[in-house]
């Protein structure tokens, strides 16, 4: 997906965010234990603002967040920090330079491509929380989505941080995972420091096949719901589902 495409899916995406946030600040987030709507509002505020920080001044803000945020108001400081990030991704182009996480891509496309997924995911927690229906997710964008977590937070995460992993995939055996969906695939394998990632349904059968439309698989690699056929090793399923939770908490 190119990026322009990424930051029309992060206004369309923050737009519905901020309507579903406004409906139900009091409400508690089910997909967030502990958190309210309004936590969730603020939360998202300020990685905006520690964002667009990062990207105009090429550097992590230190120490972060500052003081006072924690006091504003919820939905005031979405309205502040939403144009503040969108107007710094706007100036640069997606292959200026940036400071990440991601040892791989140090760009501000990277910022682009994050921020529109971490703005969709929310989006449904806001939904969920607020009692709201959770609107549909575009097809290009949950293929994408799926892309990412697998391979840019669970597969980079083992490898950076194997021990973080250990309790999961330490002495396990190997296991194999397809994940299938309308115009794409990934096959992974996963095992003692190991979760490696490949495009395409792989050869051979899987020890996990799951399958089902884009929006559904998102959100059941996400743990955000999900109705999605899975086939296969229920002890297999719970080593996917506690890797990816480890590389996204």
Known sequence: MDHARFLGHLDDEFSRFRAAAASGLSAPVPTCPGWTVADLARHVGEVYLEKARTVREGAEPEPWPPPGLAAEDPLALLDRSYPDLRGELAARAPGDPSVTWYGPDQTVGFWMRRM???????????????????????????????????????????????????GVLGGAPERTYALRTDGAAWAVRSGPDLFDVQDGPGGGPADVTLSGPPDALLRWVWNRGGDVRIEGDPKAVEVLRRCIAIATQ
């Open 116 to 166: 529109a997924h971490e703005t969709l995911i929310h989006r449904i927690d806001a939904e969920l929380g607020a009692g709201r229906p959770v609107g549909d997710v575009p097809p290009d964008l949950a293929a994408d989505g799926i892309d990412e977590l697998l391979k840019v937070c669970v597969a980079y995460a083992v490898a950076e941080w194997s021990e973080e992993f250990t």
